[in-house]
């Protein structure tokens, strides 16, 4: 078989407009992305390094405790906790 005429001026090509907005395209500058972080979240940030240290101290005596065995769970305290959540 035979295809004559393969290079025929006004060939219907139906991928050249993809191919001249693909080169379109990448002549345009590209947008960079940005992020912007709030005030109130910087704030936050440094809060929690703050009291990271205090975090720290809190759960190594915690660590201790439980290996000791001396740590004593306040039923009280985790019932007022779970109550909101009991009554809905």
Do not use: C
Not at 10 to 15: F, I, L, T
Not at 35 to 50: F, G, P, Y
Request: no cysteine.
């Amino acid at each position: 078989m035979k295809i004559n005429e393969t290079n025929r001026i006004g060939a219907h090509n139906p991928y050249q407009k993809q191919h001249e907005a693909r080169l379109s395209q990448s002549n345009k500058p590209r947008q960079k992305d940005e992020v912007q972080i709030s005030a109130a979240a910087k704030e936050m940030l440094n809060s929690s390094q703050t009291q990271g240290t205090e975090r720290s101290k809190q759960i190594e005596k915690l660590k201790q405790q439980v290996a000791s065995g001396t740590y004593h769970v306040e039923a009280g305290k985790i019932a007022e906790k779970l109550l909101p959540y009991l009554k809905e």
